[in-house]
């Protein structure tokens, strides 16, 4: 059971490139969540989609973009890359997205932008 | 809007010693409240969890955490810790009707052998 998974495990940009950060949960679940992990500063929600086809903005949402592909699928891109930017993106999943569910996360992508 | 507050963000102990980690949150109403654990160069694992009832809870490897309502606090402790104990901690909450968690900044922990 792979749980979540996160594809690359390690990227690095240019500043101004676009790359999607890849996330696909198999446990048939119906919320998911970006975050990003900063030295310091714990986790940051970025965007989170409730359901299949609806997404929201978190806490740090500028400079990215999300898409809820299907159920299993959530994606999150960057079209612009900043400096800024640089950090350790996780996905996670909840069963129902209710304020119990403990969430499950993927093991991280490192991204790096000179 | 609710916030996380975790303290003493490195810790450094020896084997056996005992853990303590504090979690201030600021919440006016019911909360539901999470211990995350990242062990170096993995992925958070939920350690326990408080929605309501018995104000301790147990979780995994010996790790359990109060709950006092009066404090706004989720403190976590262990009686004694080992080297695999090293790792980040994140404490987690949110309200009932809102299914975004909010972390705190981690304590990094570090057990010496």
């Known amino acids: 059971n792979a749980g979540v998974t996160q594809t690359p495990k390690f990227q690095v940009l240019k500043t101004g490139q676009s790359m999607t950060l890849q996330c696909a949960q198999d446990?048939?679940?119906?919320?998911m969540y970006w975050y990003r992990q900063d030295p310091g500063m714990g986790l940051r929600l970025i965007y989170y989609s409730a359901s299949e086809g609806t997404t929201d903005k978190g806490e740090v949402p500028n400079g990215y973009n999300v898409s809820r592909l299907n159920k299993r699928e959530f994606s999150l891109r960057l079209e612009s890359a900043a400096p800024s930017q640089t950090s350790v993106y996780f996905c996670?999943?909840?069963?129902?997205?209710?304020?119990?569910?403990?969430?499950?996360f993927g093991d991280g992508t490192r991204l790096s932008i000179l | 809007a609710q916030s996380v507050s975790q303290h003493n963000h490195h810790v450094i102990l020896s084997e056996a010693a005992s853990l303590e980690l504090g979690c201030n949150y600021s919440?006016?109403?019911?909360?539901?409240l999470f211990w995350y654990v990242q062990y170096p160069g993995q992925h958070l694992q939920l350690l326990l969890k408080y929605f309501s009832g018995d104000p301790l809870v147990k979780g995994i490897k010996g790790f359990e955490a109060e709950f006092i309502k009066s404090k706004f606090s989720f403190n976590l402790r262990k009686p004694s810790v080992q080297w695999s104990d090293t790792a980040e901690y994140f404490c987690a909450v949110n309200g009932l009707g809102n299914n975004r968690l909010a972390f705190g900044k981690g304590n990094q922990v570090v057990v010496i052998p």
């Open positions: 919440y006016g109403g019911t909360v539901n």
């Open positions: 446990m048939n679940h119906n919320s």
């Open positions: 996670a999943s909840s069963e129902s997205g209710t304020a119990r569910e403990p969430q499950h």
